[in-house]
């Protein structure tokens, strides 16, 4: 069993609720954590590897965890991903989902709903990409 799998769903499944409660930054960031650890799990998988192994490469990226994980991911879909429209709108989403995500944890401003339900649109669309072009 994946754990990291786990807390994807907990942390979308988190999202959803927090926005229903009006908490929108927390919920923002739980939409980004939601994709980043599906990401990371089907890395793993598609790789056939180990999270110890991915930690290694991550410690090694100049890009650093979040970096490598993203770029890895996005270079498979690019490879899996015929149309290029197609392509270059779900790397502006996962753009535009750490964008929200940054501005939520560290600025000092308001996060209204829009960002939040965009946020956790754009997680969903970036995780149902992922499951079905990365086997």
């Known amino acids: 069993?994946?754990?990291?799998?786990?807390?994807s769903t907990f942390n979308i499944d988190s999202a959803q609720e927090l926005i229903k409660m009006n908490y929108y930054a927390p919920s923002v960031h739980c939409s980004y954590?939601?994709?980043?650890?599906?990401?990371?799990?089907?890395?793993?998988?598609?790789?056939?590897?180990?999270?110890?192994?991915?930690?290694?490469?991550?410690?090694?990226s100049p890009r650093g965890t979040?970096?490598?994980?993203?770029?890895?991911?996005?270079?498979?879909?690019?490879?899996?991903i015929n149309n290029n429209r197609d392509f270059?709108?779900?790397?502006?989403?996962?753009?535009?989902?750490?964008?929200?995500?940054?501005?939520?944890?560290?600025?000092?401003?308001?996060?209204l709903i829009d960002d939040a339900t965009k946020s956790l649109e754009f997680s969903e669309t970036i995780i149902r990409t992922v499951k079905t072009n990365l086997k």
Do not use: P, V, W
């Not at 954590?33 to 490469?57: A, D, P, S």
């Not at 979040?66 to 899996?80: C, E, M, Q, V, W």
């Open 88 to 111: 270059a709108n779900i790397k502006r989403k996962l753009k535009d989902l750490k964008t929200f995500r940054i501005k939520s944890d560290y600025f000092n401003e308001q996060i």
């Open 66 to 80: 979040h970096g490598y994980i993203i770029d890895n991911t996005l270079a498979i879909l690019k490879s899996k």
């Open 33 to 60: 954590y939601g994709c980043f650890q599906f990401m990371k799990y089907t890395l793993k998988n598609y790789h056939k590897t180990t999270y110890e192994k991915i930690e290694q490469e991550c410690l090694n």
């Open 1 to 7: 069993m994946s754990y990291l799998k786990q807390k």
